[in-house]
């Protein structure tokens, strides 16, 4: 098994770019104990980062992972996101608080703000600052953030302290190529792709069957490797089946050659123009 690649984030801290993702977590009582199980399974099989918010089962997808994470809390970068209604001055280090409870741990190496709402940026960011004194998270970013929202985020005192902007980015959805990968890209800015899986719609797609089918692979793990080969990209996907963590992690052992990536294009163009970025 080769070692999942790291990236850098702006402030130097190495991140794996194969992470855990947790939506849909924490929402049936009964899957609690197996979800919990994936996640660790994960973790011993160096996927370290895990990727959470307070929305996710109402806060027990929280519970979870702070259960997954039990005894081993410092070998893993936490990720959490804040509602934008709860992105206020205050609200921000309240929801923050419950979130540290609900993972029972005292800090987040990294807080996003879920998606832009009412609440203007720079009163998150003084929020974001504020947590980051307390040491109650490490490091903060964004989510669901087009190239304007990162401009305006720029213009800001210490917006540039944003370390990631997490978005949907997989071989169907590859508008962010366009504008926003190489905004973040000439900012050394990594990105950070959601339901990079395509929520497994994706992965019943003929021609991206046919590739796998080639390479001796699954089309999981050809998407994974696609976006991974990047450098730079970090992917999260979710998979509660322990057989699909195993198999998303051997992702970093597969290779797409030449012809690979040439078929990938021809059944994924990457974008002819500007669009505004899609979010779930
Ligand atoms: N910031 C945002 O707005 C935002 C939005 C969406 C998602 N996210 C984050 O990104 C994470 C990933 O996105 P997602 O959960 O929407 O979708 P995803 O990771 O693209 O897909 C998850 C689905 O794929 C299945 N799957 C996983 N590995 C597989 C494999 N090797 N072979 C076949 N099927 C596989 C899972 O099944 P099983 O669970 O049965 O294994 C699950 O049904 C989320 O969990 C969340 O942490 C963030």
């Known amino acids: 098994m080769l070692p999942i690649p790291v990236v ?22 009964r899957r609690a104990g197996d979800e919990a ?5 994960g973790l011993d099989l160096g996927m370290t980062l895990i990727d959470t918010a307070e ?6 997808a929280e519970e979870i992972v702070g ?26 280090i309240a929801a ?17 703000l879920h998606w832009r709402g009412s609440i203007p940026l720079a009163e998150t960011v003084a929020a974001f600052e504020q947590l980051r004194a307390d040491g109650k998270i490490l490091r903060w970013g964004v989510s669901n953030f087009d190239v304007d929202d990162l401009a305006e985020l720029w213009t800001l005192p210490e917006g540039r302290r944003c370390a990631t902007n997490q978005v949907l980015y997989h071989p169907g959805k590859r508008g962010p190529e366009w504008a926003l990968l190489p905004w973040m890209r000439a900012r050394g800015m990594p990105v950070m792709a959601y339901s990079p899986l395509g929520q497994g719609a994706l992965l019943r797609q003929k021609p991206l069957a046919a590739i796998a089918s080639r390479l001796g692979a699954t089309p999981a793990q050809v998407v994974l490797a696609w976006l991974l080969r990047q450098g730079d990209v970090m992917a999260i996907p ?13 992702a970093c052992d597969l290779e797409l050659d030449a012809s690979a990536l ?19």
């Open 262 to 280: 040439a078929a990938l294009d021809a059944a994924f163009p990457p974008p002819a123009g500007a669009t505004p970025l899609a979010m779930l």
């Open 238 to 250: 979710k998979a509660a089946d322990p057989a699909h963590v195993v198999a998303n992690r051997a």
């Open 8 to 29: 850098n984030l702006p402030d130097g801290t190495r991140v794996p770019t194969l992470g855990l993702g947790t939506w849909k977590m924490g929402e049936q009582r």
């Open 55 to 60: 929305m996710y089962g109402d806060g027990r």
């Open 67 to 92: 259960q997954a994470i039990a005894g081993r809390r410092g070998n893993v970068f936490m990720v959490s996101k804040v509602y934008p209604h709860n992105a206020g001055r205050r609200s921000a």
């Open 96 to 112: 923050c608080e419950r979130s540290l409870k609900r993972l029972a741990t005292d800090r987040l190496d990294l807080y996003l």
């Open 37 to 41: 199980a994936a996640l660790a399974h």
